[in-house]
């Protein structure tokens, strides 16, 4: 089956200990993206990639990194997460290089509590 | 730079109604526009989108969004809401196809009254 798959799905951490999150897609899509959605507030882009070892910011990068070592695998890494990083987090890949061209197919999400 | 702006945060229709989700858009070249639907608990699903040529989008579940450019706007509807349809609909925009990344709007919450 094509999917996007998030892990985990559920986490509750402590400021200032370093999380991440997975993110692998297995439709050997180009594109690779992060969102966090926040009431209100929709979704806002943290970073996204392009191709393998192309990763560019979105809107919202202060606080996270990423990498783009294998095609289907993009992490988020929260290395000092803060109370206001507590989200719910999106992944999503699209088949061309530009999500313009093509649906973006998302993950089920992970939702994030930094106490 | 790109934005969009979804009137309305929340909806509510009665099963039957029209349903009316509106969208306008900031772009500086034209824009690629679309539609997303986020069930409960779920990842976002394309509905519909809008690249070039005709206007009037049609999507998946009786959907149908209107591209007008001299309004910036691309609304959705549908003429009669389903209990289904109950869900947090997104409309985004891209500039154009050289577009590295969607700007989503804020969401609009639609409620469908038995």
């Known amino acids: 089956e094509a999917q996007v798959t998030q892990n985990p799905r559920y986490l509750i951490t402590v400021t200032g200990k370093k999380l991440t999150v997975t993110c692998s897609q297995n439709?050997?899509?180009?594109?690779m993206s992060w969102y966090r959605q926040d009431p209100g507030l929709g979704l806002r882009q943290i970073y996204y990639?392009?191709?393998?070892?192309?990763?560019d910011k979105g809107d919202v990068p202060e606080g996270y990194k990423v990498s783009r070592k294998e095609k289907r695998n993009f992490p988020l890494i929260l290395e000092s997460p803060s109370p206001n990083q507590t989200s719910l987090y999106f992944c999503a890949s699209s088949e061309d290089r530009s999500p313009a061209y093509n649906e973006q197919f998302f993950g089920p999400g992970t939702r994030l509590t930094v106490l | 730079a790109q934005s969009v702006t979804q009137l309305g945060s929340h909806v509510s229709v009665s099963e039957g109604a029209l349903v009316l989700l509106r969208c306008n858009y900031s772009s500086s070249v034209p824009p690629y526009l679309f539609w997303y639907v986020q069930y409960p608990n779920q990842g976002l699903q394309l509905l519909l989108k809008y690249t070039t040529g005709a206007t009037l989008v049609k999507g998946i579940n009786g959907f149908e969004a209107e591209f007008k450019k001299s309004e910036t706007s691309f609304h959705l509807t549908k003429p009669s809401a389903h209990m289904s349809d109950a869900a947090e609909y997104f409309c985004?925009?891209?500039?154009?196809?050289?577009?590295?990344?969607?700007?989503f709007g804020e969401g609009t919450q639609l409620t469908v009254n038995p």
């Open positions: 439709m050997n899509h180009e594109y």
């Open positions: 990639s392009m191709n393998v070892e192309v990763t």
């Open positions: 985004a925009v891209s500039e154009g196809t050289s577009g590295s990344r969607l700007t």
